[in-house]
């Protein structure tokens, strides 16, 4: 610590140091005639000028040009500032984190107000968190970002990590007429496929600036691929589990962790985005102003998910239930099996899932912003919107088959390996049983009304120069609701052309002669045979639809079993509200040399949830029929009070030096699904998890201190220091609860003494399942710096880096999401009237993703990630261009592991590059 410390001081007084060692220099720049640039130059120019003009702790990036951000995703430029990260599990940049802390506890405001939003996916779609999904923002709306790291008063709270505010452009802001946008074309390396992306924006004002609209829309198509090696939890293994005999390679009642299941994935997706968005300001008078805005954004997200899997866990199972079946450890590294072999007697040892989601995500928004000055002492401004989003897994038809078979594996290296021994994955289709159906759907819908007015007082003399004040109210639902398709019944003997169905019957050849190139090496299992997404479609189409279970007549149509029926599924269905009311007041402050502002805010926040609970006995009140037994509503409430005061200072101790100190308390509120009253079952490890409507939100108290010098035009070298207190952390508790299985009565976890099945029903059992449900815990700190640099260099080079240290820690000793110790970006650029270019690198350490609610709640690393990118453009005329963006040069892979343990692979993916090339144009 002491260490730490030194370090940081050190590096404080080194670069003042420098600042103040330089006047010469620092003079002879100012006094240089202001040269008019364009392009990246301006853009930094424009960037480097609102920071240091701000009155807090932040940073900003700001449009090349009209409809031109520096990057096709505002995630991926924001990944250039510093103490910012993203998450880019599918090649596109999607969630950012700010100074080490999760993406659910830093706030996304457009144009100052909350966006709601949604997921594609459909594990996101569990989640129901905060997050702000940046795919559904379109880069080329979109005319300056800014990162609030320290907290002022009239910004909304919500953000642990810092605030991020996209402001779109304004016609009034803009040229009387204008006319900007693109056409390009876009090409994925993995999938092979090239697809058309196209924007364009118009902006028009009257020649007195009394009235001005702009309209733009945008569409975009990618077809994409991910492949990966995939090990989809651990489990206990120990001689005690079977008679002692049939596990070798451990000594009698020696424990280690086994993978459950070893797979080979094929993630392919088609995603359509279609978007528009408008403005209409009128400002009769420099006195009174009207800004109507409004954005609407669709994705078509399609995706098609196969995962040829070596089935450990049921082979395990399978050794005290099943004479003769024999599992061989042959080593054991770190208390983990790491390889081993299994004979063909007893289970399953292959399974293979072809998952079909069809899928999408919207968001809106309409919002009335207006000023009014009635004299010079006085402003107000109010505001009044709606925005809604939705994201939904309309329909997923899942196909799973199976074989028996014995099996080896070997996770030497951390490079999962498997080897069949009664099935040749290429070739044995007729073998692949059909085992498993359904057709569930899943929806969340995301929405928020908010209301706010505020008003500043400007005062002469004095320390203050004005006092803000306001008041603002939201109210915020969310909603996510499972059905369950079960059509297992009618895929009976003949429900394939006359037999039994099998792989063979939605065959769709092996998988790509590229598939796994950059992680496969010999004994990865890189080639199998695939299925066919029309095929299952059109097999699910033949069956017609299923029954849809009513819950006053259980035993009609068919639905006994769980076997042929749409039910709606209460085990992850919830119903979330959140009504907030606050306000403010802020005073900014200004003296010889110096400015700020202090400030506190005050907000009262009232949740409730509705959720089910599932099993309970006859004669609940509102308990109705359910396929899963006896289901009754229960609610949840809180409510709780924030102050929130916060404090900034900048000091301008000389003409090129600002010093700024900061100080303030901050909440970040807990992700939906963690506060709803739900439980979701994973049954084939008989593991769940759930929310906990008593949560506490996370409360901080954070301080900054800065040194930036500005020792030339578009330069800059800055020093932050910051220090945050988090009171609180939110981990998953673990508890064993009794929650129904849907089982025959010879499966091995209904068997097993130790889950202490009681059956409830025919195929129905209640047993003992490990839920995980979130609790608070002791807090922790987050403390670092940051180094940010930039300059022209010479005759049109140019170079940006930074670099962050951020140390996270929690008193109960978890480790905490997102937090990268080490951070680095650096770009370097050229430009001229005719040509420009940009190379960016960016290099985030290992880090802890979550706990993986999916596999038993493990501890998920991630490795340290790194990407290469390019831009560049030539200017054809001074109206049009020719551009070429590319993502991820290098082609790095993406490791995770669990329990951040190299003997536990968790998963190896690769994205490929992504390549975007095209035209240009602004009138």
Request: glycine share 10%; proline share 4%; with cysteine.
């Amino acid at each position: 610590m002491k260490r730490i410390h030194k370090t940081i001081l050190t590096a404080s007084a080194s670069v003042l140091a420098v600042a103040l060692a330089a006047p010469a220099f620092a003079q002879d720049s100012t006094q240089v005639d202001e040269v008019v640039v364009t392009g990246i130059r301006a853009s930094l120019q424009a960037s480097v000028e609102a920071k240091r003009n701000a009155d807090a702790v932040i940073d900003v990036i700001t449009a090349e040009d009209i409809g031109k951000f520096p990057d096709k995703n505002v995630a991926e430029s924001l990944q250039r500032v510093p103490g910012v990260t993203i998450q880019r599990e599918f090649g596109e940049g999607e969630r950012i984190s700010i100074r080490g802390t999760a993406p659910t506890l830093n706030r996304t405001l457009l144009n100052g107000h909350a966006v709601a939003t949604a997921d594609w996916f459909i594990l996101d779609q569990f989640k129901a968190s905060r997050s702000f999904n940046y795919l559904m923002l379109p880069s080329e709306i979109v005319g300056k970002v800014e990162v609030f790291k320290s907290p002022m008063a009239d910004i909304d709270e919500g953000g642990v990590g810092g605030t991020v505010n996209v402001h779109t452009r304004n016609p009034l802001d803009l040229a009387p007429l204008s006319v900007s946008g693109s056409v390009q074309a876009f090409h994925d390396e993995k999938s092979g496929n090239t697809d058309p992306t196209a924007s364009a924006m118009l902006s028009w004002h009257n020649a007195d600036k009394t009235l001005g609209v702009l309209v733009g829309g945008i569409y975009d198509k990618r077809r994409i691929r991910r492949d990966g090696i995939e090990v989809l939890g651990y489990q206990a293994v120990t001689t005690a589990s079977g008679d002692g005999t049939n596990i070798s390679g451990i000594t009698p009642d020696q424990t280690v962790y086994a993978p459950s299941l070893i797979g080979s994935s094929l993630f392919t997706q088609t995603r359509e985005r279609k978007g528009a968005n408008f403005a209409i300001q009128y400002a009769p008078t420099d006195k009174f102003e009207l800004n109507l805005t409004g954005l609407y954004s669709k994705m078509d997200a399609d995706n098609f998910n196969q995962n040829y899997m070596a089935w450990i866990s049921q082979k395990i199972g399978a050794l005290s239930t099943s004479p003769g079946s024999q599992f061989n450890i042959t080593r054991v590294e770190n208390g983990t099996a790491t390889a081993g072999n299994f004979n063909a007697i007893g289970g399953n040892g292959v399974v293979f899932d072809a998952i079909d989601r069809i899928a999408h995500t919207n968001v809106g928004s309409i919002d009335l912003a207006g000023k009014w000055r009635p004299s010079e002492g006085w402003e107000f401004s109010g505001r009044v919107g709606y925005t809604k989003a939705k994201g939904a897994t309309d329909l997923q038809p899942f196909w799973e088959t199976n074989a028996p078979t014995g099996l080896t594996y070997d996770l030497s290296n951390g490079l999962p390996k498997v080897a069949f021994t009664n099935i040749t994955p290429t070739t044995a289709d007729d073998e692949m049983t059909l085992g498993w159906v359904s057709a569930n759907t899943t929806v969340n819908d995301d929405d928020e009304f908010y209301t706010f007015v505020d008003g500043e007082k400007f005062l002469d003399g004095g320390v203050f120069s004005s006092v803000k004040f306001g008041l603002k109210y939201t109210d915020h639902d969310r909603d996510v609701v499972q059905t369950y398709g079960q059509r297992r019944a009618l895929f009976g003997a003949t429900a394939c052309g006359g037999h039994a169905c099998s792989l063979a019957d939605v065959a769709n050849g092996v998988t790509p002669g590229d598939y796994l190139d950059g992680i496969k090496g010999p004994g990865v299992l890189s080639s199998y045979l695939t299925a066919s997404k029309d095929k299952i479609e059109a097999i699910y189409a033949a069956m017609g639809p299923a029954t849809v279970y009513d819950p006053n007549n259980p035993n009609v149509g068919g639905c006994i079993g769980l076997s042929n029926c749409d039910h709606f599924g209460p085990l992850e269905s919830f119903d979330f509200n959140e009504k907030t009311f606050g306000g403010y007041v802020m005073g900014n402050l200004k003296g010889e040399g110096w400015r700020g502002n202090v400030g506190v805010r005050v907000v009262n926040t009232k949740i409730e949830t509705n959720a089910w609970r599932v099993g309970v006995s006859a004669g609940t009140p509102g308990a109705i029929n359910n396929p899963f037994g006896l289901m009754a509503p229960t609610t949840g409430e809180k409510e709780y009070t924030d102050i929130l005061p916060s404090a900034n200072f900048s000091f301008d101790v000389r003409d090129d030096v600002v010093i700024r100190l900061a100080a303030g308390r901050v909440l970040a509120r807990p992700d939906y699904a963690q506060m709803a009253g739900f439980t979701s079952l994973t049954e084939s490890l008989l593991t769940a998890s759930g929310g906990n409507p008593d949560l506490d939100p996370y409360r901080a108290n954070q301080y900054d201190a800065t040194v930036e010098w500005y020792f030339a035009p578009q330069s800059i070298l800055s020093v932050d220091f910051f220090y945050k207190d988090i009171s609180t952390y939110i981990v998953q508790g673990a508890t064993v609860e009794k929650l129904p299985l849907q089982a025959a009565a010879n499966d091995p976890r209904v068997v097993n003494p130790a889950n202490n099945c009681v059956l409830q029903s025919a195929g129905l059992y209640s047993c003992d399942y490990n839920v995980g449900r979130p609790v608070n815990v002791a807090g922790g700190e987050t403390k670092g710096f940051e180094v940010n640099f930039q300059m022209p260099v010479w005759n049109g080079f140019g170079v940006l880096a930074n670099y962050t240290y951020s140390d996270a820690s929690s008193s109960s000793g978890v480790p905490v999401p997102s937090n990268s110790k080490n951070i680095f970006n650096v770009s370097g650029y050229y430009e001229n009237e005719r040509f420009s270019a940009r190379l960016s690198y960016n290099y985030r350490s290992k880090f802890f993703v979550d706990y993986d609610a999916e596999r038993g709640y493990r501890q998920l690393w991630s490795d340290s990630i790194a990407s290469l990118d390019a831009s560049a453009s030539v200017n054809l005329t001074d109206q049009i261009s020719l551009s070429l963006d590319a993502v991820n040069l290098t082609d790095e892979k993406q490791t995770d592991n669990y329990d951040n343990d190299k003997n536990r692979p968790a998963r190896i993916y690769k994205n490929g590059r992504m390549v975007f090339g095209g035209v240009r144009f602004k009138f």
